[in-house]
């Protein structure tokens, strides 16, 4: 394979796309769009642009859901990864489900496969990366919809449509797993 060098500012080389959702200061749910996550057994990590509205929220309230898109909702995706919380409340303007979750105080959006429900541990922002807001957080809950599980109740892998994000900031966009 012959490699060439590029220049880009970035280059996000497939990332689940994910709405974290929170409770906004008047106790009203509200959500952003994020790509920069992963997770390893019970810990929950994700990247932000230090910027963003649901950040501070969360640096604030602590608990958060991460919710897994699927290809049904590039509408919302797209929706709350451009518009910002400090000025709507997306769950609203956008008609997703608020439920509120069982283990931590945030809510889950109905509409989504899987939800995984966390409690902020740790907070990173780096003088050698300014601008970024890197959190660590517990995982206190997992919840999967139930058709997308086997007779065992573990993972139909191959029932999942979640959306994949690519890009180098110029040329973008998504696939979909299936
Ligand atoms: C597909 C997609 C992925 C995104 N990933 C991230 C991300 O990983 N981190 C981030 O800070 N912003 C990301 N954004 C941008 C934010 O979602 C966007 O700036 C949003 O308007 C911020 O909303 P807020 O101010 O309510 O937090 C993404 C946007 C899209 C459309």
Redesign the pocket.
Known sequence: MKKVNVNYEKLYYGFP?VLVSYYDTDGTP?V??????YTLRDMMA????SK????KRIKEVSDFVVNIADSSMEEA??F???????ECK?FDSIGLTPVASDVVHAPVIKECPISIECSLTDVIESGNHLGITNILAKIKGRLVAEEHLNREGRLNVSAFDDII?MGDGVSRG?RNMK
Do not use: D, H, Q, R
Not at 32 to 37: E, F, I, N, P
Not at 46 to 49: K, M, Q
């Open positions: 796309v509200n952003t769009t994020v790509s920069s996550s994700l990247g932000f642009s963003g509205y649901g950040i995706v797209k709350c990864g451009s518009k910002t919380g400090a997306k994000y998504f």
